[in-house]
């Protein structure tokens, strides 16, 4: 399975964005990195969960999917580092 970095930037932040995070958990295991941001394991392809995500979005969202990959590095959020450690 792969990791993919999930990273959303609302054009209006403040909005009810539940039903978009409950889609991208549904993906599989998953570490969130930030508040719009979330590491998640899966065999979906970043296309797929793209197009899944813009059902959840406005015109003007920005959406990014990206695999990741080795080497990484994670500043100030230990949890997440062991996570992706453990996945990648």
């Keep these: 399975m ?40 899966t065999t979906v392809s970043p296309e797929s969960i793209v197009e899944r995500l813009k059902q959840h979005t406005d015109p003007y969202d920005i959406v990014c999917v990206v695999t990741l990959t080795t080497p990484f590095s994670v500043l100030g959020h230990e949890d997440v580092d062991d ?6």
């Design 2 to 41: 792969a990791i993919c970095l999930i990273a959303y930037d609302p054009n209006e932040p403040g909005r009810d964005d539940t039903a978009l995070f409950d889609v991208v958990k549904s993906y599989g295991p998953w570490a969130k990195l930030s508040e719009y941001v979330y590491a998640v394991e």
């Design 83 to 88: 996570w992706l450690s453990r996945k990648l």
